[in-house]
């Protein structure tokens, strides 16, 4: 089982960059999908997570606005559309995977993660 994230890049400040994540091994089409950030030396933070119809999501707040996560289950892909960003936004960024299909903004409560993929925003 798999979550292989793309999409990460180099943007200057108020840029977009649109992240994928694609499992492989199951259908994720029954999960919580999820998007965490983490800059070295801190820890991994939550940016947004989607259920498993897609039709509920909940955003981090400094994210809200700007990002939007959206889903394909039957591509078993998770996106992350990233308008105006800024050099705050500079991280890793994480996909993630819950089995129970819950929200929810708690890294422990993730069952399967990504590589990562990194984003950086210059000014």
């Known amino acids: 089982v798999q979550l292989q994230a793309s999409g990460g890049g180099l943007v200057q400040a108020g840029g977009t960059l649109r992240l994928s994540c694609t499992g492989s091994?199951?259908?994720?089409?029954?999960?919580?999908m999820g998007w965490f950030r983490q800059v070295p030396g801190k820890e991994r933070e939550f940016a947004a997570v989607?259920?498993?119809?897609?039709?509920?999501?909940i955003y981090e707040e400094s994210v809200k606005g700007r990002f939007t996560i959206s889903r394909d289950s039957a591509e078993n892909t998770v996106y992350l559309q990233m308008n105006s960003l800024k050099p705050e936004d500079t991280a890793i960024y994480y996909c993630?995977?819950?089995?129970?299909?819950?929200?929810?903004?708690?890294?422990?409560?993730?069952?399967?993660w990504g590589q990562g993929t990194q984003v950086t925003v210059s000014s």
């Open positions: 993630s995977a819950r089995k129970w299909g819950v929200l929810s903004g708690r890294k422990d409560e993730y069952d399967y």
């Open positions: 091994g199951r259908s994720f089409r029954n999960y919580a």
């Open positions: 989607i259920n498993w119809s897609g039709k509920m999501t």
